[in-house]
């Protein structure tokens, strides 16, 4: 599908919009692909933001203070600059959690406090927390924003009131205790009320991720998640691109100071200006994305949604509606996923070869067993001499070959 660039008179693909691009985790061919299926809510129905999340939120307040929470918290207006997907909710402490794909702490927050350094490694030794479901909740879903922000709503309310003592785990009033996680189990079964029941909310079967999980996990079909917040998250990649340069910029300067030092070095290089800005550059790509920063990452550190993406869904776009700028023969490829070794060692360095064991004598070592001396039919394995199996195209020659034969031999039976 093309279109004409009014400011440059040029014919462009509409794939080269970034909002209309369907992006790559694992290769895909839709010429193998024999059926679609698509989930229902925030797929096919694409509700209005935040207008949606705003109503959820509204009827869930409602329904708390209905059950004997304070009418003070109908106050709370939902504000869509604070929730992000994929966040983690401590049920112990009363925290929300932002972590990587390996439980380590990026971003806590209490109500609408965020924790220091200190107050993160006193609870969380080592900033780390397995997932553990009896006492996490992962809210991975769009229909998750609303409860975040209340859960939050909730426990600043409680921290801050005058009436209310504190303590790690919950809150006192007179002789009524109420644990984070009794507060927590409110609010969930109040969402759950208001979507059973409330004849303005559309709750329609599983949710987007958990299709996602359990598509990839328990049935092995090929995956295509949908992510509306892309449509912000490039927003801010294309239009904050100087801050990205500007973290590079820094990290190489960092690089740098170290770089004619080895193990004799006595000196320490003196690095406090430069991580303070690289901690004022972070912070500001991170707030450019909202108060959680961005779904993704915190910093340089990929989140866990962000892993679950990677690791369940093969493409991932903003709207199923991208597959219309794509032909249905068309082969997405992933990218190459460098490790650090190969993102920051260059090619022309030649060091590494040194370590190589020298050709002549692995083969003059090699002829030690002669094959006329053995009855094994294969004594070592023969180095293949062509691609055995192309991980990239979705399918292998022997797979075609035999669809050809089945054609061919059906033909011949006509």
Known sequence: MRYLNGNTGQIRDSRDV???EIFVNRSLHLENIKFYGFDMDYTLAEYKSPHYEKLGFDLVKQHMVS??????????????????RGLWFD?????????????????AVHGFEFLKHSRIYELYP????TLDESRVYVLNTLFNLPETYLLACLIDFFTNSPDYAINDTGVVCGELLMSYQSVFQDIRNAVDYVHLRGKDVLYVGDHIFGDILKSKKIRGWRTFLIVPELVREL???TDKCQ??????????KLGEMYKNLDSSTKEKPDISKLRSAIRDVTHKMDMSYGMMGSLFRSGSRQTFFSSQVVRYADLYAATHLNLLYYPFSYMFRAPAMLLPHESTVAHEQHFATELMPDDEDSRRQSKVFERAQSQIPHIRPE????????HDEDFSDEDSDEKNLSSKSNGNEK
């Open 67 to 84: 059950i004997g929470y304070p009418q003070e918290i109908l106050e709370f207006e939902y504000d869509p600059a604070f929730p992000v």
């Open 243 to 252: 801050l990205f340069n500007e973290l590079q910029t820094l990290d190489v």
């Open 91 to 107: 049920t112990l402490y009363g925290n929300l959690l932002k972590v990587d794909a390996y439980g380590n702490i990026l971003v």
């Open 18 to 20: 970034p909002k209309n």
């Open 126 to 129: 080592n900033k780390f927390i």
């Open 383 to 390: 180095t293949p001499q062509s691609l055995t199996h192309n």
């Open 235 to 237: 927003h801010v990649w």
